[in-house]
């Protein structure tokens, strides 16, 4: 089991950054496929950005080219950088863990991000 813990959300205006950190407690965070989602007031939560055990990543058509995941294996940590933030990015954006090829099964509290205009 892994624990997960996000930090890093706030307050920020159109064009700013944010980097988000998600990290996990165990000591065997290397075996876990890592994803960010977010959810919007009244939206389904989606898959924002995913990076595999092996590296692989994967970006939401919404995020391409503006938002860039990363893992720190040795620090048991994932983080999302967020760079030229709309005020479509506003959301509570989760982590959540997978251990492949299961389904994400571990989740953590959530952290707000807001971006005003």
């Known amino acids: 089991q892994v624990q997960l813990e996000e930090s890093g959300g706030g307050l920020v205006q159109a064009g700013g950054s944010l980097r988000l950190s998600c990290a996990a407690s165990g000591r065997t965070f290397n075996w876990y496929g890592m994803g960010w989602f977010r959810q919007a007031p009244g939206k389904e939560r989606e898959l924002v950005a995913a990076?595999?055990?092996?590296?692989?990543?994967y970006y939401a058509d919404s995020v391409k080219g503006r938002f860039t995941i990363s893992r720190d294996n040795a620090k048991n940590t994932m983080y999302l950088q967020m760079n030229s933030l709309k005020p479509a990015d506003t959301a509570v954006y989760c982590c959540?863990?997978?251990?492949?090829?299961?389904?994400?099964?571990?989740w953590g509290q959530g952290t707000q991000v807001t971006v005003s205009s």
């Open positions: 959540a863990a997978a251990l492949v090829p299961g389904p994400y099964k571990f």
């Open positions: 990076t595999s055990t092996g590296g692989s990543t």
